[in-house]
């Protein structure tokens, strides 16, 4: 079976490489035939990638351990489920997992505009291109099919990766950073094919949506992973993986709302090619973090000797962007000026100084380090202060741009519309902020910023709602009439409750730890732990012991936690030991009760960390809403089809 | 193994009777050339995108205007100039129109 895979991927490799060579002739003759033979070969590289991709999870089902790559991830005791997410689990597989979504999503998205064959004559080398590379990744550098005799057992999954939530967030991870690609190979495309018209915008506007969806759900289950499997009681670290997810989702957030300028008012076409390539590149980028093993951290478990490959190959695509754009400003340049600095358009602007100028900080956070060890061979590190300055700095601004610019008409704003749109929201900001002084919950600045501004950003989102459902008689009306606007404050409304979680959890959290002996108590922020005894129990795969935890509150019983370790005698490494919280919701402060077992001693001393995090869970809660808005916004709109169809219909005129 | 290459070699001869398809189906073409927009049709979408903006913008001005986010003033003075756009790209558009009318007939 190893042989078929490997000859899918050469196959694989063949057919990209055709598209892009016969591609590239083939838009750059006007050749119509070769044009669609290239097509037909990028829509074949799927077949013949899901091909190798079928046979590395049947390996994987079959725990075939002649393949090298499931000898060194798996074993006999795993439980299915894992055995088939160690697919992602490694670096050749992770590779396969790039090129098999891509290749698909390529597929899909040179079919559904197929018959826009100017610009798809373009976008079909620039897609292979990307292909090319990773098929070449997986045919000549980093093969999932090498074979060697079979070990009578494998060598087993790193403990953390042992978790419901690890069988979806590389996936949706991976669909995000590729996704990403789509819009930049429209973008190339138009600019390859003289066509800086709206085209490749239209084309791009879901599939954009979609990627940083994706990216945005995996990232939030990643946290929420760290949160309940890494055991240190926080959901983000500013880890450079972390980071790496973090940076295209703020450049395609920049992209999404800079792109509306452009259909709204022909502005800012030069930014948006800048901001998409930017995207693109960044999660290029995102990829190597994560497999080349460049930086030590918690995602070190992926080391690999990809990097130089991956740095050739980021450094190719942003010369090629910066080229490509270059020969083409003057197609870029726009006749519309910006009419105002208070408008709704200068607003999108000031939000997309601050994400960018949050991305770029990030970016020389992680980067930082890596230059001062390649040019001077010192170890530096860029730690949490540096972050959380700038998310300061750029982020409570971003929030509160977030209320401001929905208040703001397009085009212009006298000062007496904006006192008269303002007057509620400042009103809410201020009495929040009186409020939280007086209930003594001033102590942090940044928390106390973000609850103002939340506020005023809460109420501006409802009344953007309220006034709207007023003028059309009806919500759903409304909703429908303009589904990216709507489903957009949606996702904005969100944004807001994971802020809100964030300050809550983070700022006002109370953090206790102490040495105990069974039958003996600790209290932290109104609860009282009462540790009881320790159990242990022998799963598939570990043996897991427990520490069992009475907690109360008022002298009531509220609950009873479970906070220990596994110990799982296989794994990658050697026998291993990891972690495991207990964690208690509490419905009264939309909190929770966290308990890490730090350490068990032999004597039965059990040294206990309790974290009490208020509001944290409204960040998960803001996964389902962000979900829901965006699919709203992603909602087609029968006459915004219509009307697109007929502009694209060549040789059409005006209704 | 040999089931493998069997299968490889199927996988093979498939992808390339796939990509070979388009000069097989048509292997003398009486056209061979890719469409591309002539420069009317460019100026076309132009004024088309142009028009398009011209009325979205005067459906959101309404919309602010109706919600109170804009004055009475303000709203005066902006739709005049964004109804005139509106009015110049659809101008701009009629000729064309009117002149694939008049061959409609005559094509008949």
Redesign the interface.
């Known amino acids: 079976?190893?042989?078929?895979g490997r000859?899918?991927l050469l196959?694989s490799l063949g057919?990209v490489v055709?598209a892009v060579v016969a591609g590239s002739y083939?838009?750059w003759k006007?050749?119509?035939?070769?044009?669609?033979?290239a097509q037909?070969?990028l829509?074949?590289s799927f077949?013949?990638t899901l091909?190798a991709a079928l046979v590395l999870w049947s390996a994987l089902a079959r725990r075939d351990f002649s393949f090298v790559y499931v000898s060194e991830h798996i074993n006999h005791s795993l439980p299915l489920g894992y055995a088939l997410s160690a697919f992602w689990g490694g670096q050749e597989g992770s590779l396969l997992l790039w090129l098999l979504i891509l290749s698909g999503y390529a597929a899909l998205a040179v079919w559904l505009n197929r018959r826009t064959?100017?610009l798809i004559?373009w976008v079909v080398p620039v897609l292979a291109g990307v292909a090319v590379f990773f098929a070449f990744m997986l045919c000549f550098v980093s093969s999932p099919f090498k074979t060697a005799p079979a070990p009578a057992d494998g060598a087993g999954m790193v403990p953390s990766l042992q978790n419901p939530y690890m069988l979806a967030h590389p996936p949706l991870l991976y669909l995000g950073y590729v996704g990403l690609t789509i819009p930049f190979a429209f973008a190339m495309g138009a600019l390859l094919?003289r066509?800086t018209?709206?085209?490749w915008i239209v084309a791009t506007r879901r599939w954009t949506l979609a990627a940083w969806t994706f990216l945005g759900v995996g990232q939030l289950l990643g946290a929420h992973w760290a949160y309940v499997e890494i055991g240190w009681g926080g959901y983000y670290a500013w880890d450079p993986v972390e980071n790496a997810a973090l940076m295209p989702w703020l450049a395609a957030t920049a992209f999404l709302h800079s792109v509306m300028i452009q259909?709204?008012?022909?502005m800012l076409k030069l930014w948006n090619m800048i901001l998409v390539a930017l995207a693109f590149c960044l999660s290029i980028f995102g990829t190597f973090l994560t497999r080349s093993g460049v930086i030590n951290s918690i995602h070190s478990f992926s080391q690999s000797p990809l990097g130089g490959w991956f740095l050739g190959f980021i450094a190719f695509v942003t010369a090629f962007s910066v080229v490509l754009i270059y020969v083409r400003l003057p197609l870029l340049r726009t006749r519309t000026k910006l009419e105002s600095l208070v408008s709704r358009e200068a607003a999108f602007l000031y939000n997309n100084l601050l994400l960018v100028a949050f991305c770029l900080t990030i970016l020389w956070g992680v980067v930082y380090p890596l230059l001062t060890e390649a040019l001077r061979g010192e170890t530096r590190s860029v730690s949490k202060p540096y972050y959380n300055f700038f998310l300061h700095s750029f982020g409570l601004p971003l929030l509160l741009v977030m209320g401001i610019g929905p208040?703001?008409?397009?085009?212009?704003?006298?000062l007496?519309?904006l006192g008269?749109?303002f007057l509620l929201p400042l009103a809410a900001a201020v009495v929040t902020g009186v409020a939280l002084i007086a209930l003594g919950l001033g102590s942090s600045t940044p928390g106390l910023l973000a609850y103002t501004f939340s506020a005023f950003v809460a109420v501006s989102i409802a009344l953007e709602f309220w006034?709207?459902t007023?003028?059309t008689g009806s919500l759903m009306r409304l909703v429908a009439r303009n589904r990216r606007r709507y489903g957009g404050y949606l996702v904005h409304a969100a944004v807001l409750l994971f802020a809100i979680g964030v300050a809550g959890s983070s700022a006002y959290q109370t953090v206790r730890e102490r040495g105990l002996r069974p039958g003996q108590s600790m209290a932290v922020a109104g609860y009282t732990l009462t540790y009881e005894q320790l159990q242990s129990r022998q799963e598939s795969n570990a043996l897991a012991t427990r520490a069992r935890i009475d907690v109360s509150r008022g002298g009531s019983h509220v609950t009873t936690l479970y906070p220990g370790k596994n110990s799982y005698p296989v794994a990658p490494g050697g026998p291993t030991t990891s972690n495991e919280v207990s964690i208690y919701h509490d419905p009264r402060n939309l909190g929770d009760v966290f308990l890490i077992a730090d350490q068990i001693d032999k004597s039965g001393t059990l040294y206990l960390k309790a974290l009490v995090k208020p509001l944290v869970n409204l960040i998960w809660a803001a996964g389902f809403l962000f979900v829901f808005g965006s699919l709203v916004a992603m909602w087609p709109d029968a006459v915004e089809q219509r009307?697109l169809a007929e502009?694209?219909a060549?040789?059409?005129?005006?209704a | 193994m040999t089931l493998g290459l069997v299968a490889g070699a199927v996988l093979a001869v498939l992808a390339v009777l796939y990509v070979a398809r388009p000069f097989l189906r048509e292997p003398t073409p009486s056209s061979d050339v890719l469409d591309e927009p002539g420069e009317l049709e460019r100026r076309r979408l132009e004024l088309v995108e142009e028009r398009d903006r011209a009325l979205l913008a005067l459906k959101e001005l309404e919309f602010d205007h109706r919600t109170g986010k804009i004055t009475d003033g303000d709203y005066r003075a902006v739709v005049g100039p964004l109804r005139r756009r509106a009015a110049a790209a659809l101008q701009a558009l009629e000729p064309r129109a009117e002149a694939r009318h008049e061959r409609i007939p005559s094509s008949r």
Not at chain 1, 1 to 4: D, E, F, S
Not at chain 1, 650 to 654: I, K, N, P, Q, R
């Open positions: 079976m190893a042989g078929l000859a899918a196959l057919l055709y083939a838009a006007r050749r119509r035939r070769l044009a669609l033979s037909n070969a829509l074949a077949g013949s091909v064959r100017d004559a094919s066509r018209d709206e085209r259909e709204k008012r022909g208040l703001i008409a397009w085009r212009r704003a006298s007496r519309a008269k749109m006034r709207g007023r003028a009307r502009r694209y060549a040789g059409a005129v005006a």
